[in-house]
């Protein structure tokens, strides 16, 4: 039992069935006993992988504090505390306090969504124990368990298989391969590639059609799943262009506020004022610089992005992924089950001399079947009949409905024919009935066939049904059926020219034939010859349609789309092709085993000449990421196998399937498609665009308030009037705190700019603050300062009540704030703009209403309850002053048109 604790240094596959079973110490006829499934437990563990924990929410909160500008208000709340101002210390960590929730509980609300998306549903495992066959959950098998397997099972834990009949497995989570894989009992090579091991099964592939009996080799953490899953470092931080942005942006705004507060201080001092009056102008002064509430508005934005994403299928891992998506360059896509429907559909018949099209997609039997672009009747042409009747009885799969899905229960292809019949009109439980199966020949490798002999009650004959490669059929062939069934001599060359035609679009090929028989059982030997050949048909897993369009939008928004499969160059090809991928007018497809023979610069080349690449190993999916990125291209990579994870978390945003990845996949990925479907990818560029144009907006919109504070108590101190601020350090926090927030959040709710998608992705280079945004920000800041300085100094002289100057120049203004506001909002392009129709866009962002609605109640409370009057050192106001701040903040409305001229909100930010 030691040989089992290192599976990967037995190498199985190459051992014979013999000394597999010595080895695991297993009776085949017996199974393991119960006393030896417990040791085996005791000893291995269970058959699961373990998650790695998460960060402790503790920590998770901590790290909230972990921002650059944040430092400045702690160390401002202990320099408050020091001089014994408790209520200002308290209000200004209660402000850092707040920061840090907000982005706590929308970190870990992601992280819940995901964390719900992963939980693994258990699979059951059919076992011989004690000599009797059971059902076990999969969790508890140990190694040496002898498991049996059939079609549609779960493989459950690596497996060496020990009797095989006919089995298929799809791999693809490990390998790539979109096809199902053949395999046999047979040892092979020692150093076998992990997909030519043909005598394993490993633990996450599905058997998509007959039977096995293996054993256990390696449960949990020692299948090739948990390896691979083991590498995965599951707590790398996500960087991205907005986070990178952000850091470098606050960086240096602090060391400005600092050096600037400082400046102050000492300036102070010079003129002869006290200590403490500067301390309290240079602590108003960094706060008054810096956007606390800018943080939390970008946390909310990217929450409600994640929200809004989340309904259009694409669950984001990591808040900051959102912005990443707005500034993809490239998307490198998966083919099956992403850009296709991941269901075969026959497309094209060849039957008596005849070319006849099939329409419609999937496994839901709605199409035509036509020829020159006419309907036609199949009944009334005997060849085609027999043809569509041939593939939907020599058929050992089912398709059914289920919940409002057509599904295929056994091999795609066989599906594929089921429905190109039912198309017709003929459906198997009519024809079962009419022609009763007597006896089956099962598809084997080997023989490269199937064959049903079927008893033809209304004919009074027994017919046997040939379906398989075109070379398996028509080497058994003797004539061909024209139009109206009648038997011709057979010549094999316009059929197989048939034949590559349809290879060349990609197209699968079945041949079908038949033949009348005597007996009522059929050996391999009846199977040789005397058939008539009927027809053709090919099949392919067409591109989604909505995944067509999808890629023309991502082509209109300056992203390239790459499709990177394992499958076949032809077919790929061929889906591209239909897809419109294309790069200079040409669709340029490369093999991996053709990467593999390039140097660094052809390859390079080829990464950006190519739109397809097809027959591709992990690794080298890997160096296609690493060669775009060297470009200067941000990088989305889509994927769902285990073998996908280093690739997707190499890219910029790794994207991983819901339905069809593997946990390691998900794991890997910042995104994962909840239909796995590429429309849901660029729905979600489109949201991330959308997040970041919003994000700008509230920038242009916070931070001109910081700029006329700053200068308003810089200027104060320059002119030795540190004893009259225009406005306190309290004040300013409600100010960048409570009314910022109020206001700026909802601009996150602001919808989508129509041109969203014909702008060209976002520079990961160009910096936060734009050469545009910055004349926005400082002709707003100039107003602002007008403003608040302005109206302190005129009430200030004319009344001597400072009390009042201060809370009349923030309420002036919290009214400029308003159209302002309006004014870089759909509304404000609406009402400022031409109109053309456009009203109904004021009903259509109410958060903008509700936001001035709850400004409007905050500053009231603000002013006139005597609670805040004795806490941010505010006086009441009657009507008319209400008025004169409300007259006083209009001119912002001629500002913000000169503003929006220079820096259009809805089109230099996107």
């Known amino acids: 039992m030691n040989n089992l604790e290192n599976p990967q240094d037995n190498q199985w596959h190459s051992l014979a069935v013999a000394e597999t079973l010595e080895r695991v110490q297993l009776n085949r006829q017996q199974g393991l006993s119960q006393a030896e499934v417990q040791e085996r437990k005791n000893k291995f563990g269970s058959n699961t992988i373990e998650a790695k924990g998460g960060k402790n929410p503790v920590l998770k909160f901590l790290e909230q504090f972990n921002q650059p500008l944040l430092y400045i208000l702690i160390l401002a709340g202990i320099v408050k505390a020091f001089l014994n101002e408790w209520t200002n210390a308290w209000v200004i960590w209660g402000v850092v306090f707040i920061n840090a929730v907000v982005g706590f509980v929308q970190e870990m609300k992601a992280e819940n969504a995901i964390a719900a998306l992963s939980s693994s549903v258990q699979t059951d495992a059919t076992v011989r124990r004690d000599g009797n066959k059971t059902t076990v959950y999969s969790a508890e098998l140990v190694p040496g368990d002898l498991v049996f397997l059939t079609s549609g099972d779960k493989v459950p834990a690596d497996l060496r298989l020990i009797e095989v009949k006919n089995l298929q497995v799809n791999e693809s989570a490990l390998t790539g391969e979109s096809t199902a894989v053949e395999k046999n009992a047979e040892a092979v090579d020692a150093d076998a590639a992990l997909a030519d091991r043909k005598s394993m099964a490993y633990a996450g592939s599905f058997v998509t059609a007959g039977q096995a009996q293996g054993v256990v080799i390696a449960i949990g953490k020692n299948t090739e799943t948990g390896r691979i899953s083991q590498l995965m470092d599951k707590q790398a931080n996500l960087i991205t262009p907005l986070t990178r942005k952000f850091d470098k942006f606050s960086r240096q705004l602090l060391y400005v506020i600092l050096g600037v507060a400082t400046f102050t201080f000492v300036v102070g001092l ?57 500034s993809a360059t490239v998307i490198c896509s998966d083919k099956t089950g992403t850009l296709t429907e991941n269901q075969m559909t026959v497309q094209s018949i060849y039957a008596g001399n005849q070319n006849y099209r099939v329409s419609g997609s999937g496994y839901t039997p709605e199409g035509q079947i036509s020829q020159d672009e006419n309907t036609i009747e199949v009944e009334k042409i005997p060849v085609l009949k027999d043809c569509l009747i041939a593939g939907l009885l020599c058929n050992d799969s089912h398709v059914d409905k289920q919940e409002d899905t057509w599904k295929v229960v056994g091999d795609p292809t066989e599906g594929a024919l089921i429905t190109a019949a039912r198309k017709a009109g003929f459906w198997a439980n009519d024809l079962e009935e009419k022609q009763p199966r007597l006896d089956t020949i099962p598809f084997e490798s080997e023989h490269q066939y199937m064959a049903t002999l079927h008893e033809d009650k209304q004919q009074g004959e027994k017919v046997v049904y040939l379906k398989g490669s075109v070379e398996a059929v028509l080497s058994r062939c003797e004539a ?12 094999a060359a316009p059929i197989h020219e048939i034949v590559e035609t349809m290879a060349a679009e990609g197209l ?27 027809g053709l048909q090919g099949m392919i897993d067409p591109p989604r349609p909505e995944a067509i369009k999808a890629v023309e939008a991502c082509k209109n928004a300056g992203i390239r789309v790459k499709m990177i499969t394992g499958d076949h160059k032809v077919t790929a090809k061929a889906i591209a092709l239909q897809m419109r991928l294309k790069r200079q007018g040409e669709t340029i497809a490369f093999t991996g085993q053709e990467l593999s023979e390039m140097n660094e610069t052809e390859l390079a080349n080829a990464v950006e000449d190519g739109v397809v690449f097809a027959r591709v190993a992990p690794e080298q999916k890997l160096r296609l990421v690493e060669a775009l990125q060297s470009k200067g291209d941000v990088v989305a990579m889509t994927g769902d196998g285990v073998n996908d994870a280093p690739a997707l978390k190499s890219a910029d945003i790794g994207i991983a399937m819901g339905k069809a990845g593997t946990e390691v996949a998900k794991e890997a990925a910042d995104m994962i498609l909840t239909d796995d479907n590429f429309a849901s990818i660029e729905a979600a560029v489109e949201e991330g665009r959308t997040v970041y144009r919003n994000l700008m907006k509230a920038i242009a919109f916070i931070l001109p308030v910081n700029g006329g504070e700053s200068m308003t108590i810089f200027i104060s101190v320059l002119l030795a009037r540190a004893e009259f601020l225009p406005i306190l350090s309290l004040q300013v926090l409600w100010l960048n705190m409570v009314n910022s927030i109020a206001m700026t959040v909802p601009l996150a709710f602001e919808p989508k700019a129509n041109n969203v998608m014909q702008q060209p992705p976002l520079s990961p280079h160009q910096p936060l603050l734009n050469r545009s945004l910055i004349k926005r920000i400082v002709l707003i800041s100039l107003f602002n300062w007008i403003v608040i300085f302005g109206v302190f100094e005129w009430i200030r002289t004319t009344t001597g009540n400072i009390d009042l100057a201060r809370t009349m120049a923030i309420q002036a203004l919290v009214a400029g704030r308003i159209f302002y506001l309006l004014s870089l909002s759909q509304i404000g392009l609406t009402l400022w703009g031409k109109l053309r129709g456009r009203l109904d866009r004021v009903a259509s962002v109410p958060m903008i209403w509700v936001g001035i609605g709850v400004t409007i109640v905050l500053q009231a409370i603000f002013s006139q309850w005597g609670v805040m009057n004795n806490l941010f050192a505010t006086y009441p106001l009657n009507l008319n002053q209400w008025l004169i701040c409300l007259v006083i903040g209009l001119p912002i409305v001629v500002v913000a048109a000169i503003a929006n001229r220079i820096d259009p909100p809805n089109v230099s930010q996107q």
């Open 270 to 326: 010079g003129y002869g004022e006290a200590w403490t009056s500067m301390f309290e102008a240079a602590i108003a002064l960094a706060v008054s610089a810096i956007p606390e509430g800018l943080p939390a508005v970008v946390t909310i934005a990217l929450a409600i992005g994640v929200s809004r994403m989340a309904n259009r299928h694409a669950i984001i891992r990591k808040l900051p992924a959102v912005e990443t998506l707005g």
């Open 480 to 491: 061909v059926l024209d139009v109206d069934a009648r038997p011709q001599a057979l010549n």
């Open 508 to 534: 699968r090929v079945l041949a079908l034939a038949r033949k009348t028989v005597q007996q009522n059982v059929i050996e391999p030997e009846d199977i040789n010859s005397g058939f008539q050949f009927l």
